[in-house]
């Protein structure tokens, strides 16, 4: 099986697996299945930021148990709880990100990849199980915005790519790749602005803002990786990588459209 086939199964399978959990599974199941690919994740990082094989299974499994137990251990605190880690993500992703690639730091001290650990995948758990609470029509609009965004920086980078965006860090990556993403999710705003009656100005600025962020997301990991001479997280997704190569996006922008979200909730 070539390297194209491999990848196809494996997209269907996730698909297969996701998709009837997103419009069918309870709350408790999809949570339980979250925390297991968090726990996946936690592993992945830790092997990447060079933890022992005993300490990064240690590590996965206290993360993946801590997001499990979290919503029922603090109650009616939770809602309040998940602001905060929404925040959390925020800042990470606003200022200490950029920052941190600007300076090519690489921040090899265990205590502090794992704390780096927790902030990205603790607020992506969290936001994951907001946006199934909202319904599957929020969780899967949410998701497409990243989805549509990698296609098309994908065939636009492959078709158009010049110019390189951050060749010290992601050689693959070109501004045209970038702004094939923004058109893709300018055509996206238009489609839900005539379906679902969303501002079209303010829906488009919010998507270009979360296009920002998954760049940064997938830009972070790519950093990383290179620090750990590393192609791939993992191998655990044939034709993909590792788990951590398919939600690397998804860390940086879900739990600040859920934030969105939590917050527009709240005040009403």
Request: charged share 10%; proline share 6%.
């Amino acid at each position: 099986m070539n390297a194209t086939a491999r990848r196809v199964l494996t997209a269907v399978i996730l698909l297969a697996i996701f998709l009837p959990a997103i419009l069918w599974a309870p709350a408790w199941l999809w949570q339980g299945l979250i925390a297991i690919v968090v726990a996946l994740a936690a592993f992945e990082w830790a092997r990447l930021s060079s933890f022992p094989l005993l300490p990064a299974r240690l590590y996965a499994g206290l993360l993946a148990g801590v997001a499990w137990g979290l919503p029922a251990v603090l109650a009616d605190r939770w809602p309040d709880f998940q602001m905060g880690l929404f925040v959390l993500a925020a800042l990470f992703w606003l200022i200490v990100a950029p920052l941190w690639m600007l300076g090519r730091w690489e921040g090899e001290r265990p205590a502090l990849r794992a704390a780096v650990g927790v902030a990205l995948l603790l607020p992506t758990w969290a936001a994951l199980v907001y946006l199934h609470q909202r319904g599957p029509d929020i969780l899967v609009g949410t998701l497409a915005i990243v989805w549509i965004a990698d296609t098309a920086a994908y065939f636009a980078g492959r078709r158009f790519g010049r110019h390189k965006l951050a060749p010290a860090i992601s050689p693959g990556k070109t501004w045209e790749g970038v702004g094939g993403a923004l058109a893709a999710l300018a055509v996206y705003a238009t489609v839900l602005n005539g379906f679902a009656g969303l501002p079209l100005i303010a829906l488009f600025l919010v998507m270009a803002g979360l296009l920002y962020l998954s760049v940064l997301g997938d830009l972070f990991e790519s950093w990383i990786k290179r620090l750990a001479g590393m192609k791939d997280s993992g191998s655990l997704l044939p034709g993909h990588g590792g788990v951590l190569d398919r939600v690397d996006a998804l860390t940086s922008t879900l739990p600040v459209a859920a934030g969105i979200l939590l917050w527009l909730e709240f005040a009403k």
